[in-house]
């Protein structure tokens, strides 16, 4: 059972366009919501997150929408640069982590010049 | 600051082999998790470590074990290797008061032939 389901499976998207990535979650106990990028060979690296407190959070060029009635979420990339290709996870967690966090399939993002 | 760091950085094993991947802790935190990430996949969480007990744990078979040690760090065994076992396993460690966020170390690449 897929509790976090990503989409698109990959994107193309023109340097300074808006990249966009959803995220849909099943269980209503998840209570943490980030989002980690990977280049090829490298562990993921924290973005950006976001509680359910909040409908929206933004960090620089990333921007994390929220909507907890529909239990999605999505990552929003502004003004994308090439140094932005990489793949992105949406993951989620409930409580006080021990559960670990759940995470989507991911998404391959490629910036053109 | 030093960030979470894993050892071997690749590893070859034969099936029905024994492996032991290790991770040090970022500075100031004291919980580790450990995923298993197989190609073109997101993270699969394992289990997690507080307190040299482990306090959370994925649906993985009990030849997955680990240690935490009184420093932290941790170790990742895994028993009776399968070919499905290939994968990149990565360490995450979180601090005290904020074990949902989660940083990643670069993984261990382990190939089982």
């Known amino acids: 059972q897929q509790q976090v389901k990503q989409s698109p499976q990959s994107l193309i998207v023109q340097k300074g366009g808006i990249s966009i990535i959803n995220c849909a979650y099943e269980?209503?106990?998840?209570?943490?919501f980030p989002w980690y990028q990977q280049f090829p060979g490298k562990g993921p690296a924290l973005l950006i997150a976001?509680?359910?407190?909040?409908s929206e959070k933004k960090e620089g060029r990333f921007t994390i929408s929220f909507n907890k009635s529909a239990k999605q979420f999505s990552l929003h990339i502004m003004d994308s640069q090439p140094g932005d290709s990489a793949t992105y996870f949406c993951?989620?967690?409930?409580?006080?982590?021990?559960?670990?966090?759940?995470f989507g399939k991911g998404t391959h993002l490629i910036i053109q010049p | 600051e030093t960030g979470v760091t894993q050892s071997p950085t690749h590893l070859i094993k034969t099936r029905g082999q024994q492996v032991t991947l290790r991770c040090s802790s970022q500075?100031?935190?004291?919980?580790v998790s450990w995923y298993q990430q197989a190609l073109g996949q997101g993270p699969q969480f394992i289990f997690q470590?507080?307190?040299?007990?482990?306090?959370g744990r994925g649906n993985f078979p009990p030849r997955f074990s680990g240690l935490q040690f009184p420093n932290y760090s941790s170790e990742l065994n895994v028993n009776a290797l399968e070919l499905d076992d290939s994968a990149l396993y990565l360490c995450?460690?979180?601090?005290?008061?904020?074990?949902?966020?989660?940083?990643f170390g670069p993984g261990t690449r382990l190939t089982v032939l």
């Open positions: 995450a460690s979180s601090r005290p008061d904020s074990y949902n966020e989660q940083f």
């Open positions: 269980n209503t106990a998840f209570d943490y």
């Open positions: 976001i509680r359910p407190d909040v």
């Open positions: 993951a989620a967690s409930s409580g006080g982590g021990a559960d670990g966090l759940t």
């Open positions: 500075s100031g935190h004291n919980t």
């Open positions: 470590y507080y307190r040299e007990e482990e306090n």
